[in-house]
């Protein structure tokens, strides 16, 4: 197992013992040439899996042209970027098709693009007395990790030893109606919350909840804003989270799934007159809407547009949810929160921590990352094939059987230096000799002839006769175009030689 600590950086994370060197769709290798599938995805930057190949071309294609340019000038892409955004996202929000579009880069700007372009709409368009706006969110937030950002939050990792922060926030329970509408008042210019919260392990709202914000908002005339850069794109079955509530928020702050898991892309979506007060000189970014952003960013909206992703986001949650709460009837786990293709998962404290878990399904070949101790975040590439997904979920259940039993290991092999791999689902793997995916350097080669296809017409690995009719025909049958997935028959992950983890690995 190689190790992940490294004397030149700041210990900013404590990731598992895992060194990644290579990733195709839903699978990446180590160093070491162990084969895993990523049920993490980037935290949802990689809904369209590693290197899809229609993102892959985009991104060469323009790397060839020009890549920055800054905003002291236009360049030939950002406004194609810009209306695709308004085209895909604006009928979600109320600015509809006359949405404006703020391009950053990060998720966490595009959460302080959308708090200073209230506050000036809250100023200069609603009379707010200068310096007194106030925006209300949500306990168990994650915006993002600015000063500003994680000011709002109320987990003490996040914030404390960070102060003093930000004023003009009121925090209330998340999803508590009542508190929301206790809290404001004549100074309130936003409520700004996730839609689905995803550092609190895919926390879900009561379905009134997002409903009695909209009515709310829209009769005190306060911006709603909903921060759909981990919910957004696909991963809850719809293009936005609010979809789910029939809801449509003002502004909408987008990221993560956006870049492809190519670059960092971002952005502000929503109403002309809340967007519009940023005017030349109030609002920027060096790189925000730079041409390869906008490049990929348009590539990755051309493969939302057709529906397919959000289908099997839809049809493949359905599976999720079932398994899990087959575990917690089982006990094995307390918890399970699922939308979409999106869980959380709460483990038994008397098994295990979340971090334990972890590192037991690292043994057994599926990577995923525990968040406040106990719970995990379970988020596949929206390209997963059903066979991958059902694996994955028996290790899970195999991994959770093993903390109970035992330990990580679970059992008495646990720490050995076979060549074997735990679990009946590994026992055999017919792949072996099977030829390796293209390596990160291979699509280079490959790109200029993808880049031939239209723009509007990005390759997909995902079979073009799948679209949302036939939900169930991709619950059942995986799609039979695997060109960004590993396998046409999608196999266990590769057996590994690997020592015992140690509780304190990592």
């Given at each position: 197992?190689?190790?992940?600590?490294?004397?030149?950086?700041?210990?900013?994370?404590?990731?598992?013992?895992?060194?990644?060197?290579?990733?195709?769709?839903?699978?990446?290798?180590?160093?070491?040439?162990?084969?895993?599938?990523?049920?993490?995805?980037?935290?949802?930057?990689?809904?369209?899996?590693?290197?899809?190949?229609?993102?892959?071309?985009?991104?060469?294609?323009?790397?060839?042209?020009?890549?920055?340019?800054?905003?002291?000038?236009?360049?030939?892409?950002?406004?194609?970027?810009?209306?695709?955004?308004?085209?895909?996202?604006?009928?979600?929000?109320?600015?509809?098709?006359?949405?404006?579009?703020?391009?950053?880069?990060?998720?966490?700007?595009?959460?302080?693009?959308?708090?200073?372009?209230?506050?000036?709409?809250?100023?200069?368009?609603?009379?707010?007395?200068?310096?007194?706006?106030?925006?209300?969110?949500?306990?168990?937030?994650?915006?993002?990790?600015?000063?500003?950002?994680?000011?709002?939050?109320?987990?003490?990792?996040?914030?404390?030893?960070?102060?003093?922060?930000?004023?003009?926030?009121?925090?209330?329970?998340?999803?508590?109606?009542?508190?929301?509408?206790?809290?404001?008042?004549?100074?309130?210019?936003?409520?700004?919350?996730?839609?689905?919260?995803?550092?609190?392990?895919?926390?879900?709202?009561?379905?009134?909840?997002?409903?009695?914000?909209?009515?709310?908002?829209?009769?005190?005339?306060?911006?709603?804003?909903?921060?759909?850069?981990?919910?957004?794109?696909?991963?809850?079955?719809?293009?936005?989270?609010?979809?789910?509530?029939?809801?449509?928020?003002?502004?909408?702050?987008?990221?993560?799934?956006?870049?492809?898991?190519?670059?960092?892309?971002?952005?502000?979506?929503g109403k002309p007159e809340i967007l519009g007060v940023l005017t030349p000189g109030t609002h920027g970014s060096t790189f925000g809407g730079n041409p390869l952003a906008c490049a990929v960013g348009v590539a990755a909206l051309d493969l939302l547009a057709t529906g397919q992703y959000q289908a099997r986001a839809a049809a493949s949650g359905r599976v999720l949810k079932e398994r899990l709460d087959a575990l917690v009837d089982q006990g094995l786990l307390t918890g399970a929160r699922c939308v979409g293709l999106w869980a959380g998962i709460d483990v038994d404290p008397a098994l295990g921590t979340g971090r334990e878990l972890c590192e037991a399904l690292l043994e057994r070949g599926v990577l995923a990352k525990d968040t406040h101790d106990e719970t995990i975040r379970l988020s596949p590439p929206l390209s997963i094939v059903q066979p991958e997904l059902e694996m994955a979920l028996d290790i899970l259940e195999e991994s959770l059987v093993a903390l109970r039993d035992g330990g990580p290991g679970g059992g008495p092999d646990e720490g050995s230096d076979d060549d074997g791999s735990d679990g009946e689902a590994q026992a055999e793997d017919p792949a072996q000799d099977a030829e390796e995916p293209a390596t990160a350097e291979e699509p280079a080669t490959e790109a200029p002839a993808a880049a031939e296809k239209p723009a509007t017409e990005p390759p997909s690995d995902i079979d073009e006769d799948a679209t949302e009719q036939t939900e169930t025909a991709v619950e059942t049958t995986p799609s039979t175009d695997t060109a960004d997935i590993p396998d046409d028959k999608p196999t266990p992950p590769r057996k590994r030689r690997r020592s015992k983890l140690s509780p304190a690995a990592g």
């Amino acid at each position: 197992m190689a190790d992940t600590t490294h004397g030149a950086l700041a210990p900013t994370y404590h990731p598992l013992p895992v060194t990644i060197a290579r990733a195709h769709g839903t699978h990446v290798w180590d160093i070491d040439g162990n084969e895993f599938l990523d049920f993490l995805s980037g935290y949802s930057a990689l809904n369209f899996g590693h290197l899809h190949q229609g993102l892959v071309a985009a991104a060469m294609t323009q790397l060839r042209q020009v890549t920055l340019t800054s905003r002291a000038f236009d360049h030939d892409r950002l406004e194609e970027f810009a209306q695709r955004l308004v085209e895909v996202v604006g009928p979600l929000t109320t600015g509809g098709e006359d949405s404006l579009v703020v391009p950053m880069n990060t998720g966490a700007e595009a959460v302080e693009t959308a708090i200073k372009a209230v506050r000036k709409w809250g100023y200069d368009v609603r009379g707010v007395p200068a310096d007194q706006a106030t925006i209300v969110v949500a306990g168990g937030n994650f915006h993002g990790r600015t000063t500003t950002l994680v000011g709002l939050s109320d987990d003490p990792a996040a914030r404390d030893g960070f102060g003093p922060f930000t004023p003009g926030f009121v925090r209330v329970p998340f999803g508590d109606l009542a508190a929301v509408a206790d809290a404001v008042d004549d100074t309130t210019v936003a409520v700004l919350m996730e839609p689905v919260q995803g550092e609190a392990g895919v926390v879900v709202p009561a379905d009134g909840f997002w409903p009695g914000l909209r009515a709310l908002t829209a009769e005190k005339n306060i911006a709603l804003v909903a921060d759909e850069i981990q919910s957004g794109l696909g991963r809850t079955g719809t293009t936005l989270a609010c979809e789910l509530w029939d809801v449509r928020p003002d502004l909408v702050c987008l990221g993560k799934a956006l870049g492809g898991g190519i670059l960092p892309v971002s952005a502000v979506v929503g109403k002309p007159e809340i967007l519009g007060v940023l005017t030349p000189g109030t609002h920027g970014s060096t790189f925000g809407g730079n041409p390869l952003a906008c490049a990929v960013g348009v590539a990755a909206l051309d493969l939302l547009a057709t529906g397919q992703y959000q289908a099997r986001a839809a049809a493949s949650g359905r599976v999720l949810k079932e398994r899990l709460d087959a575990l917690v009837d089982q006990g094995l786990l307390t918890g399970a929160r699922c939308v979409g293709l999106w869980a959380g998962i709460d483990v038994d404290p008397a098994l295990g921590t979340g971090r334990e878990l972890c590192e037991a399904l690292l043994e057994r070949g599926v990577l995923a990352k525990d968040t406040h101790d106990e719970t995990i975040r379970l988020s596949p590439p929206l390209s997963i094939v059903q066979p991958e997904l059902e694996m994955a979920l028996d290790i899970l259940e195999e991994s959770l059987v093993a903390l109970r039993d035992g330990g990580p290991g679970g059992g008495p092999d646990e720490g050995s230096d076979d060549d074997g791999s735990d679990g009946e689902a590994q026992a055999e793997d017919p792949a072996q000799d099977a030829e390796e995916p293209a390596t990160a350097e291979e699509p280079a080669t490959e790109a200029p002839a993808a880049a031939e296809k239209p723009a509007t017409e990005p390759p997909s690995d995902i079979d073009e006769d799948a679209t949302e009719q036939t939900e169930t025909a991709v619950e059942t049958t995986p799609s039979t175009d695997t060109a960004d997935i590993p396998d046409d028959k999608p196999t266990p992950p590769r057996k590994r030689r690997r020592s015992k983890l140690s509780p304190a690995a990592g």
